[in-house]
């Protein structure tokens, strides 16, 4: 069985856990451990059940970032727009890559761009972390 290389990418949360051991942020923590176990495992097994708490966990990251976004972003201006760009790059390559049947969703070039998703947003949270640790 060929393992999906998103198997690989998610394993960039690691990371994201590592330095939120640095911050002392108990939920936002969890919440990452949270979504590396849901990710890993939904692309190795790819079952579709595991897709839902997959998107949860994801989604879960995106309010527990942006609470932390907002409660921070005045202290860096270029840290600040790096998290914004990176956001809007994840968007973009999820939201527009749906309704276009592009990127994410791309047949042939899908997991690739899904591995990028996975590094452009474990980049914005590490920015995120940069701001709270200031």
């Known amino acids: 069985m060929k393992i999906s290389l998103n198997v690989y990418t998610s394993l960039l949360f690691i990371s994201n856990i590592f330095y939120l051991l640095v911050v002392n942020d108990r939920i936002y923590l969890i919440s990452f451990a949270a979504l590396l176990i849901t990710s890993v495992l939904f692309h190795y097994t790819k079952f579709e059940y595991l897709l839902y708490i997959d998107k949860i966990a994801t989604y879960n990251i995106v309010l527990q970032g942006g609470i932390r976004f907002l409660e921070n972003y005045s202290k860096s201006l270029l840290i600040s727009i790096s998290v914004l760009l990176s956001f809007f790059s994840v968007v973009y390559l999820y939201i527009y890559g749906f309704m276009c049947n592009k990127f994410c969703f791309d047949e042939k070039y899908g997991e690739l761009y899904h591995g990028l998703l996975h590094f452009l947003s474990c ?12």
């Open 123 to 134: 980049i914005g949270h590490l920015f995120i972390i940069a701001l709270i640790k200031m």
